[in-house]
């Protein structure tokens, strides 16, 4: 063989081995990202789905629930009042125990509690504005830290609070308003949040995120290894300070719209930006957008099936989560667990969630400008 020919052969080799080695990384790539994209899009579930018809009542598990532009249907409609105030579990922990359900045809909500023979039935139906009696209409509810336009459900749901509460008389079974009245919206850092995640907002952009009467924000969503790991380290805490074992805490003290699982990192709920919910027969994702974490209050202390405030008094989880999930803003010191999400854009409005969905993680890399940084899980 000459030297020309030879070095032809070479370099046929070389060319060949080059395209061999550069066609093997492309598939490697290729296939770790389709795997990546497996592993994100199937592994992260939802498991369940509840809502809260009534403001700290007792949720209601779904299959599914449709969107609206408050957040999922009739999620925090209505709420009990006092002195035209909010009723929250943190002064009547009993609130925890009074149950709702639908009828079979969903026109009615059926409120209940164990022990009490009489149920109420409410209807569903959406007020017409035209129609509202002005006598009925509570205009300034006070709320946590704004005002919400309410319109009372008459006496005979009233006398049934009053007498399942129990302390005195004078509560209110009251729903929203309808458009035209209604004017509440998500709490303005997270809105102030969301401005500059999405630059085509106008300056006034909290007037786009309308809120029911949730305390917050639109939809929670919360994931089992994050309570998982609470309920390790609460464990842990008890044990440390020779206390006596006690049973798990469930979802439910932590009252969640969207409990998920299959995160591949504890607590990386916190570091998103936007998600994309789907199903197998779904042709395209309902996106959602994460409007802030979750600072939870003094509810979660309470015992939700026993309608008890701290039954252990040890003040948990609080007391644990304090330890490792605490950050500062300017009212004080907070610690936060779950992230609120918004429906950012009206294209998603009537779409439908269901239980077994997958979410796909859009966007990553989550700052408030509210909440100081939290402090990482060890």
């Known amino acids: 063989m000459d030297k020309s020919t030879l070095l032809k052969y070479s370099s046929v080799v070389v060319s060949s081995a080059l395209l061999m080695y550069c066609l093997k ?40 629930c449709k969107l609206t532009e408050y957040g999922f249907e009739n999620d925090r409609r209505w709420m009990i009042i006092y ?7 943190k002064a009547y922990p009993i609130l925890s125990t009074i149950e709702t359900s639908y009828s079979k045809d969903g026109e009615y909500l059926i409120i209940s509690k164990k022990g009490v023979d009489k149920q109420l039935k409410i209807s569903t139906k959406p007020l017409i504005l035209e129609e509202l009696e002005e006598s009925k209409i509570h205009r300034e509810v006070a709320m946590f830290d704004n005002q919400s336009q309410c319109y009372d459900e008459g006496d005979e749901a009233a006398q049934w609070f009053d007498d399942v509460i129990g302390n005195g008389k004078g509560f209110r079974l009251v729903q929203m308003c309808p458009e035209g009245i209604w004017e509440r919206k998500i709490r303005t850092h997270m809105s102030d949040n969301l401005k500059i995640l999405a630059e085509n907002k106008d300056d006034n952009n ?9 305390n917050s924000c639109q939809i929670m969503i919360l994931s089992k290894e994050s309570i998982n790991e609470t309920n390790i380290r609460i464990d842990k805490t008890r044990k440390e300070k020779g206390e006596k074992p006690q049973p798990h805490l469930g979802w439910d003290r932590y009252r969640p719209n969207i409990l998920i699982s299959g995160l591949q990192k504890t607590f990386d709920e916190d570091n998103w930006i936007s998600i994309g919910i789907s199903s197998p027969s779904s042709k395209k ?5 994460i409007a802030e974490a979750n600072a939870r209050c003094p509810v979660v202390v309470v015992d939700q099936v026993n309608g008890v405030m ?15 999930r605490k950050v500062t803003c300017k009212i004080g010191e907070k610690v936060l667990l779950g992230t609120y999400a918004v429906i950012d854009d009206k294209q998603f409005i009537n779409k439908v969630i269901s239980v077994g969905d997958s979410i796909n993680v859009l966007k990553t890399g989550f700052k408030s400008n509210y909440f100081s940084e939290i402090e990482k899980p060890q």
């Open 83 to 89: 002195n035209n105030r909010y009723c929250a579990q």
């Open 25 to 64: 990384r492309y598939f490697i790539s290729e296939n770790d990202s389709n795997r990546l994209n497996k592993i994100n899009e199937s592994e992260i579930k939802i498991d369940n789905i509840i809502v809260y018809p009534i403001k700290a009542c007792k949720g209601i598990e779904l299959k599914q």
């Open 285 to 289: 994702s309902i996106e959602l957008t």
């Open 206 to 214: 909290n007037k786009f995120y309308k809120n029911s009467l949730a």
């Open 310 to 324: 701290d039954p252990f008094n040890d003040d948990e989880p609080l007391r644990t989560l304090k330890t490792f």
